[in-house]
């Protein structure tokens, strides 16, 4: 009877783990992709300059150059990795206008001037974008930054004087103003250049890779209310302060297309999903924008 018991609580204890890995890892039973997609196409063309182990990824102009041949004008796009994600809403706007657009990104690079004090490479990324902007001289630069990262212990912006902020106000207050000055020395050489700001989406925990007996991705939102997406709103609200002093300058804010009056969502009502991971929108979700980033080549006419 004993030995009985001892096997059949046995059994039951392998079941139950078999049925968690299934549901955690699905064992190879896991569902489609779907729309879960990789970053868009110049992320693997390799159109990135350093990443974060500082390597070269052989960026080329050719290579990371994407439009119709005999273009009327031409788009860069530059920025962290929310930059690669976006571009490929940016890529489809400019063809309705005969636009070419080159994807200069990088892997953990904001385009501002001081970086985080552990991504030494990242000042070389910024002096590579500022002299891509004056070798090309485009009609207009597309930058997307995740500044809320820098609220990270290890992404600290250091402060003019070189120290680093300790409070979390003072972490916003450096981060913002590195890249007010970033914006600053762009224009001291092309005042009338428009420029717009994608900002950052709002981040959302998902899983990307649902099991047919758990899918943990479901829920696939953030309330608005939340501690975390309260706190990437003040970077964003500290941008759009910012750039109230610069004419020349659009925003153009993914939150729009993505919440709700109460919540945010990484998928649409039918399921398809916009997120590429918890950070970053998929093509899909990227071709979202392109109606405002149309809107904001069609101005471009009207700058000059």
């Not at 590579?128 to 290890?154: C, T, W």
């Not at 959302?204 to 829920?219: A, C, D, T, V």
Request: hydrophobic share 40%; net charge neutral.
């Amino acid at each position: 009877m004993i030995r009985r018991v001892f096997w059949v609580w046995t059994g039951l204890a392998v079941f139950i783990a078999a049925l968690f890995r299934i549901s955690t890892t699905g064992l190879g039973l896991e569902l489609p992709p779907g729309q879960f997609a990789d970053m868009r196409a110049p992320t693997i063309a390799g159109c990135f300059g350093s990443d974060f182990a500082g390597r070269n990824n052989e960026w080329s102009l050719s290579r990371c150059t994407f439009g119709v041949e005999g273009s009327i004008g031409k788009l860069l796009v530059v920025g962290d990795s929310t930059a690669a994600s976006m571009s490929d809403g940016v890529i489809e706007a400019a063809r309705r206008f005969n636009f070419s657009v080159i994807v200069f990104p990088s892997q953990g690079c904001s385009f501002m001037v001081r970086q985080p004090y552990t991504y030494e490479w990242c000042a070389d990324y910024y002096r590579q974008a500022q002299n891509l902007i004056e070798s090309l001289q485009p009609n207009g630069l597309v930058i997307s930054n995740y500044l809320s990262r820098m609220d990270i212990e290890d992404r600290r912006v250091p402060l003019p004087s070189g120290a680093l902020p300790e409070s979390k106000n003072a972490r916003l207050n450096s981060t913002i103003m590195s890249f007010e000055e970033g914006i600053i020395e762009t224009q001291q050489s092309h005042s009338k250049m428009p420029i717009l700001i994608i900002h950052e989406v709002p981040t959302i925990q998902i899983n990307l890779k649902p099991s047919l007996l758990f899918n943990r991705s479901r829920e696939a939102s953030i309330n608005k209310k939340s501690p975390s997406y309260l706190r990437q709103r003040e970077y964003v609200d500290a941008v759009n302060f910012v750039v109230k002093g610069f004419g020349v300058i659009s925003v153009l804010d993914p939150s729009i297309e993505l919440c709700s009056k109460q919540s945010c969502s990484a998928r649409s009502p039918k399921g398809i999903f916009y997120y590429m991971d918890s950070y970053h929108l998929n093509p899909i979700g990227a071709r979202l924008l392109s109606p405002k980033v149309s809107e904001w080549i069609s101005s471009l006419g009207d700058s000059g």
